[in-house]
C-alpha cells in the first residue's frame, strides 16, 4: 500500500487536525501539509513546483474558506503552468450539500465530493485503499 503525500485546506484548523491525525493513525500518507484557504494552498502549490516541497499527490479541499475559496483554488490551479499538476487529485471534503456544488465541481473535473466529517471508510474509498 502506497503512502500518499497530502494537502488539507480548509479553514477550520480543528478539521485540519482531526484528518491529520486520522491520515496518520491510518498510515495512508508520509507528508501532509495544511492550508487555511485557497490562496495560501496556491503559494504551497507554487513552494512544490519550485523544488522546496514535495508535490503532493492529494489535496483535500474545503469549499467554504474566506480569501479564496475552494471553487476559486480549482480554478485558479487549472490555470497553473507547472508540470504533472494532472496527476494530483482534488477531493472536495465541505459540509455544502447544495446540488448546485456538486455540480460546479463535476463541470470544473472534480469526481470525489465528500461530506464533512471524514470517516476511515471514505478516506480509503477516496484515496483508493481497500
Known amino acids: ?11 477550520d484548523q480543528v ?20 492550508a487555511r484557504n485557497g490562496k495560501e494552498a496556491l503559494d504551497l ?6 523544488g522546496a516541497r514535495t508535490i503532493p499527490e492529494v489535496i483535500l479541499l474545503d469549499l467554504n474558506m474566506p480569501i479564496m475559496d475552494g471553487f476559486g483554488f480549482i480554478e485558479a490551479f487549472q490555470k497553473l503552468e507547472v508540470p ?8 472536495i471534503v465541505t459540509s455544502s450539500r447544495d446540488p448546485k456544488d456538486l455540480k460546479r465541481a463535476k463541470d470544473l473535473g472534480i469526481t470525489v465530493y465528500l461530506s464533512k466529517p471524514l470517516t476511515e471508510q471514505d478516506l480509503r474509498v477516496a484515496l483508493n485503499f481497500n
Do not use: G
Request: hydrophobic residues 40%; charged residues 30%; aromatic residues 6%.
Open 15 to 34: 478539521f485540519n487536525l482531526l484528518n491529520q491525525k486520522t491520515l496518520q493513525l491510518l498510515d495512508l500518507a508520509d507528508e501532509i501539509h495544511t
Open 45 to 50: 502549490i507554487n513552494d512544490y513546483y519550485r
Open 1 to 11: 500500500m502506497t503512502k500518499k503525500s497530502v494537502l488539507l485546506v480548509d479553514d
Open 84 to 91: 504533472n499538476k494532472e496527476r494530483v487529485l482534488i477531493i
